[in-house]
């Protein structure tokens, strides 16, 4: 589904944010991008929607290789790539439905969205998003009095509203508290499963990765060093994409928690 081949990015004062990296996501699968501040994590995933132009390689969205793109063709693919902020990107001044709907504007048009005119079924579609995500009550709120929870639900239903088939997803949780994390988390991996969306998602928090993302890439200065289950985050593991720490209460089958959450993944995608 996902073909990220060789990927390199080398930026102008001669830093390798990238270093050949590849990497195969396929349709439906949730991994989750682990490492340490300036592994290159934001950066891998806004190369692959070439926010950030890559320097050298290859990504592949099924059959079209969107690093040969440029121009209206590019646009065209990116409909096909739902992306989600760290700082949520929400226009402050808009309310909850107009940010939802300006996940169209790809399809829209600028002067249609500039104006407001969205048609009827995409307005359904987006109170049937707002309503999934729990914010029908808060849909005629404006962004700027929504709380961090409730922005990012807003930045999840406006990127579902492209109906993509990829979504990328950049540290969701990085400025929530634990309990509202925990839940930014399960909507994101049920929302996945429910639409058989492939994701990545960069996260900073290894206990939550462990927890939600039945697989995990561990990228340490550019290099994927691990590629694996969640449940192969060791001691060992962790130290070679962290470096050395007591892992002891974090690393799987090591005296971490472990909720049941992934079984409770596990199930959903069985019964779909």
């Avoid at 999934?132 to 807003?154: T, Y």
């Avoid at 925990?182 to 991996?189: A, G, N, P």
């Avoid at 206990?207 to 001691?235: C, E």
Wanted: proline content about 3%.
């Amino acid at each position: 589904m996902l073909r990220i081949q060789a990927l390199t990015k080398t930026y102008k004062n001669g830093e390798a944010a990238l270093k050949g990296v590849s990497l195969g996501v396929e349709a439906g699968e949730i991994i989750g991008l682990i490492g340490p501040s300036g592994a290159g994590k934001s950066t891998l995933i806004r190369c692959v929607n070439r926010l950030i132009e890559p320097s050298s390689g290859r990504v592949q969205l099924g059959e079209v290789e969107l690093t040969g793109l440029s121009g209206g063709a590019l646009r065209r693919e990116r409909r096909r790539i739902g992306m989600i902020f760290q700082e949520y990107a929400l226009i402050e001044r808009l309310t909850v439905m107009e940010n939802v709907l300006a996940g169209r504007l790809g399809y829209t048009g600028f002067w249609n969205s500039w104006f407001r005119r969205f048609a009827a079924q995409d307005v359904q579609r987006a109170i049937a998003l707002l309503e999934r995500v729990g914010l029908i009550d808060h849909i005629d709120k404006r962004a700027d009095a929504l709380s961090g929870g409730q922005r990012q639900r807003v930045g999840i239903a406006r990127a579902l509203i492209q109906q993509p088939e990829l979504l990328l997803v950049d540290e969701p949780t990085a400025s929530l508290d634990p309990k509202t994390s925990r839940s930014v988390m399960r909507l994101l991996t049920e929302l996945c499963i429910e639409n058989r969306l492939a994701a990545i998602v960069n996260i900073h928090d290894v206990v939550l990765a462990q927890a939600f993302l039945p697989r995990i890439v561990g990228l340490n200065a550019g290099i994927v060093v691990y590629d694996g289950p969640a449940s192969g985050l060791t001691a060992e593991v962790l130290t070679s994409i962290y470096g050395e720490e007591d892992w002891t209460r974090t690393a799987a089958g090591e005296g971490g928690s472990d909720d049941g959450e992934p079984l409770v993944i596990a199930r959903m995608e069985a019964e779909q």
